[in-house]
């Protein structure tokens, strides 16, 4: 990609700006060129594409996956998932693309020869993110044969034989670093590390070594795309762990030692179980995190909802229930969605839709939507003007359509029946901080839980809401308050209490909404002495993993605590880690970061530090292009509070935040409480 020379001297303001253009677009050309080199394979071929590469693909093409595969040629589009076959057989089609991101030679062996005995095609071409020396295919065959996937091309040649019952076949294996969602400009996610996490136990860390091989082969691809050399720096055990694997790396050792310019980046991997309260909070200024609390995930995504689409097309007898999305090209949409407060962003869709209906293709409506005095913008007047659209020709605004889509979602996730358990939850955690800032360990919080949770069904709260909103406050608690042992009790008991009232409720229910209920189900028991038994275990499970949670932060020594307050007459704030380390990063003082840990300085760094007297400690702000990455997903919350923070110190620094996922409060209790149950 080239680069502008800038041999005038710019502002401060105009720097930042300028760095924070170049990595975007860097980023942006790193996706347009992995696709387009894939779509380049794919004419004349049926395309079979897994879900995390189609959730990558959906970001980058705005939910276009199956136009962006027609358009380049493509016969069909199919979901390559191990228990759907459903579409597997492609009439008239010599040619098949596989786009896969697993690691699991299980899902080779299974799902790919399948597709290859059902079919007649004479060329194939695999496209994997399982870079060679981690796709495993058979340990039984020596390195040598494994690192070319020349194991798993003779086996899919074998398949393709017996299909044709012809020898005349072609097989192609192609390393491609399908990994990333672009989400906003300076926050991305992963998709096929979407389940990557820090355990809360350390000594499980090595249970995650293939994941983690993969990711760091595949960051270390975008790292030389980008032709940068890396500092890399980690915050909790398991992050040190993902650095040194991406330090110790032999393909990224020899980048290093090879690269011939280059700029610097400083990559910070942090643990995620560091602040489980910031990804249980509901109280959050960010409208995304309310649309994700609300709306339902897009089938098999994990970082997008489904919108519903009704009431745009409800005049249409062949109205296609299909739903729409937040996925855009225009990233100011994620922007606003983030960082702008709820007036901010309702006043902001209100004049989206008005200029929009007031086209000149909608010249009927203009009289109507003459400018009024609008007192007070809410979901419901929103509402009104969606319903506008009814009266026009939908092909006029078809340019749109993504727009009208978010502003859909909005209403929605403002008028959902969740917004009151939301709201209730919300200042339950306000009570709860309050409480715990100023009574200390006489504090009365569980007590008042366990009544919460005895009383859940009168408020309209959910047991996986509520197992949150206790992870929440374990988290917040830390080290810093000891709950009494009696409450403690009291408690564990509510919880067994609430799980067999929740499995005499489920039962018999084949529908199943929630992890939760799935999770009950799955136990198997139907008595009451077994249900009462099996519901005591799990409290104390459960029990047991806030006892973790609560100790996540006791080996830093800055940011053992979540709760700030700036003086006498301020109240107590919640601050998250990311907040509280990136605030300390971007500070001109440059403050020590003793729970930051260093892999390895640049060789620019070290060189120097040969001829200087003392050992000259490295910053991460001593590279213009910071990626944080948080192992276990990240929060919208996070994502607008590292903007505030960059804007409040103008740093010279462009921060880029990343994540396994978008977060919200259920995800957590699924990954870190469900999860761990032994069934």
């Known amino acids: 990609m080239s680069r502008t020379d800038v041999s005038e001297p710019c502002g401060k303001l105009e720097l930042v700006m300028m760095t ?7 980023l942006e050309q790193f996706l347009a060129d992995t696709w387009h080199d894939i779509a380049g394979f794919v004419n004349e071929s049926a395309v079979y594409i897994d879900h995390a590469a189609t959730e990558c693909l959906h970001w980058y093409t705005s939910g276009n996956v199956y136009s962006f595969f027609k358009a380049a040629g493509a016969v069909s589009v199919h979901e390559l998932s191990m228990y759907n076959f459903r579409y597997v057989k492609v009439q008239n089609c010599k040619k098949v693309v596989v786009i896969s991101t697993s690691t699991d030679p299980a899902f080779y062996q299974r799902t790919i020869k399948m597709i290859m005995e059902k079919n007649a095609f004479e060329h194939c071409a695999i496209i994997t993110a399982a870079h060679s020396s981690v796709l495993n295919y058979d340990d039984a065959v020596p390195l040598e044969d494994r690192v070319d996937y020349a194991k798993l091309k003779r086996d899919v040649k074998s398949w393709m034989h017996a299909s044709r019952q012809s020898q005349d076949c072609s097989v192609t294996i192609l390393f491609r670093p399908v990994f990333i969602s672009l989400i906003d400009n300076g926050l991305f996610v992963t998709p096929p590390f979407s389940d990557l996490s820090s355990p809360l136990n350390s000594e499980s860390i090595k249970d995650s070594e293939c994941a983690v091989e993969h990711f760091v082969n595949l960051f270390n691809s975008l790292l030389t795309y980008l032709n940068l050399r890396e500092d890399i720096y980690s915050m909790g055990k398991f992050s040190e762990y993902v650095a040194e694997k991406l330090e110790t790396l032999p393909t990224a050792v020899d980048r290093r030692n090879n690269l011939v310019g280059g700029k610097g980046v400083s990559v910070i991997f942090v643990d995620r179980t560091l602040d489980l309260c910031t990804s249980t909070s509901n109280n959050t200024e960010s409208l995304l995190a309310r649309i994700l609390c609300t709306l339902p995930h897009l089938p098999h995504h994990c ?38 407060t709820q007036k901010e962003v309702l006043a902001t869709m209100n004049t989206m839709l008005t200029d929009i209906l007031s086209t000149k293709e909608n010249f009927k409506l203009r009289e109507k939507l003459k400018p009024k005095l609008a007192t007070r913008i809410s979901a419901h007047s929103l509402k009104k003007l969606v319903n506008k659209f009814k009266d026009v020709d939908l092909h006029a605004i078809s340019e749109s359509s993504k727009r009208l889509q978010v502003v859909l979602g909005i209403i929605q996730a403002l008028t959902s029946e969740e917004t009151s358990r939301l709201e209730l939850l919300i200042s339950f955690e306000k009570l709860v901080l309050q409480n715990i800032a100023v009574s200390r360990d006489s504090t009365s919080v569980l007590g008042q839980l366990s009544s919460i949770i005895k009383t859940r069904e009168k408020h309209g709260l959910h047991t996986d809401s509520i197992l949150a909103f206790l992870m929440h406050i374990y988290a917040l608690a830390g080290t810093e308050i000891q709950f009494a042992f009696q409450q403690e009790q009291q408690l564990e008991e509510a919880i067994a209490d609430a799980i067999f009232e929740d499995i005499a409720k489920f039962k018999g229910n084949t529908v199943t909404t929630s992890m939760y ?9 139907t008595d009451s002495e077994t249900v009462k038994e099996t519901s005591a275990k799990l409290a104390k499970h459960i029990m047991n993993i806030l006892h973790e949670i609560a100790q996540q932060r006791a080996s830093l020594h800055n940011y053992t605590s979540l709760m700030t307050k700036s003086s006498s007459q301020e109240m107590v704030r919640r601050v998250g880690i990311l907040q509280q380390l990136l605030t300390d990063m971007l500070h001109p003082d440059r403050f020590e970061l003793p729970d930051l840990y260093q892999r390895s300085p640049s060789f620019i760094s070290a060189g120097f530090n040969l001829f200087s007297k003392g050992r000259l400690k490295h910053h991460p702000c001593d590279n213009n292009w910071i990626i944080v990455y948080v192992i276990g997903g990240v929060t919208p919350e996070e994502i607008r509070e590292t903007k505030a923070i960059m804007s409040l110190f103008n740093s010279n620094c462009q921060i880029t935040i990343a994540g396994s996922r978008l977060l919200n409060p259920i995800d957590i209790v699924n990954k870190v409480l469900l999860s761990s149950i032994d069934y």
């Open 517 to 525: 209920q799935q999770s009950l189900s799955l136990l198997g028991v």
């Open 303 to 340: 970082n997008d909802v489904a919108i519903n689409m009704y009431p745009l097309f409800c005049g249409l007898q062949k109205f296609v229930d299909i739903p729409g999305c937040l996925a855009s090209s225009d990233k100011t949409l994620m922007n606003i969605l983030i960082t702008k």
């Open 20 to 26: 924070q253009l170049r990595h975007q677009c860097g």
